[in-house]
């Protein structure tokens, strides 16, 4: 069975960083892509950043030049570096991965930005 189990998120002030992980483990034999998704209270859930097994990614524009994803092909970990915090980044955010034709999520994990 396929698992994805997200980690790092946390209360930060304005302005600071966070990195989240997401490890995938179980049945694998290779990554296709990854991505980082987000849903705060009252809205949809929406694209943060993707990342293919190649290493092509791809932003949300309201991310560009303050997040970096990366895909560590060797420890089937995914990586979202965040900095330059705002408040307006508070949400649950989620990994998926998709692997062969499935696709696979992660239960989430909780970034708070808050002064």
């Known amino acids: 069975q396929v698992q994805l189990v997200e980690s790092g998120g946390g209360l930060v002030q304005p302005g600071g960083s966070l990195r989240l992980s997401c490890v995938v483990s179980?049945?694998?034999?290779?990554?296709?892509?990854m991505g980082w998704y987000r849903q705060a209270p009252g809205k949809e859930r929406e694209l943060v950043a993707s990342v293919t097994s190649g290493g092509s990614t791809n932003y949300a524009d309201s991310v560009k030049g303050r997040f970096t994803i990366s895909l560590d092909n060797a420890k089937n970990t995914v990586y979202l570096q965040m900095n330059s915090l705002k408040p307006e980044d508070t949400a649950v955010y989620y990994c998926?991965?998709?692997?062969?034709?499935?696709?696979?999520w992660g239960q989430g994990t909780q970034v708070t930005v808050s002064s």
């Open positions: 179980g049945s694998i034999f290779s990554i296709n892509s």
């Open positions: 998926k991965a998709r692997i062969t034709i499935k696709v696979y």
